[in-house]
């Protein structure tokens, strides 16, 4: 039982890793403050597809919305082939 719950906390805490939307500044920045999209195969697309699981707490965390809320964001999630979810429908 006592290994059971060390894996549950280990899975844990590296799901919590793999949610890092500092991850996304470095490549994506220029991209999204250009309102130029990025190449589909660029680091920004797969760093974005990396974190796709993570963007319904992206969205739904109100420290988000300046940077979700700027024009060159749906630019890069268009030619990144993402969809940035609606945060009303997300669960």
């Known amino acids: ?17 793999e949610c890092d939307p500092m991850k996304l500044v470095p490549p994506c920045y220029s991209f ?6 990025p190449p589909p195969d660029s680091e920004c697309c797969n760093v974005l597809h990396d974190q796709n699981k993570c963007l ?5 965390n109100p420290a988000y919305q300046p940077f979700l809320g700027m024009p060159g964001i ?5 030619a990144c082939s993402i969809t940035i979810p609606d945060p009303k429908t997300c669960t």
């Open 74 to 78: 749906k630019t890069v999630a268009q």
């Open 1 to 17: 039982m006592l290994a059971m719950t060390i894996l549950m906390v280990q899975v844990n805490v590296g799901m919590a890793q």
């Open 32 to 37: 999204v403050t250009g309102n130029t999209p």
């Open 56 to 60: 319904c707490g992206y969205v739904k």
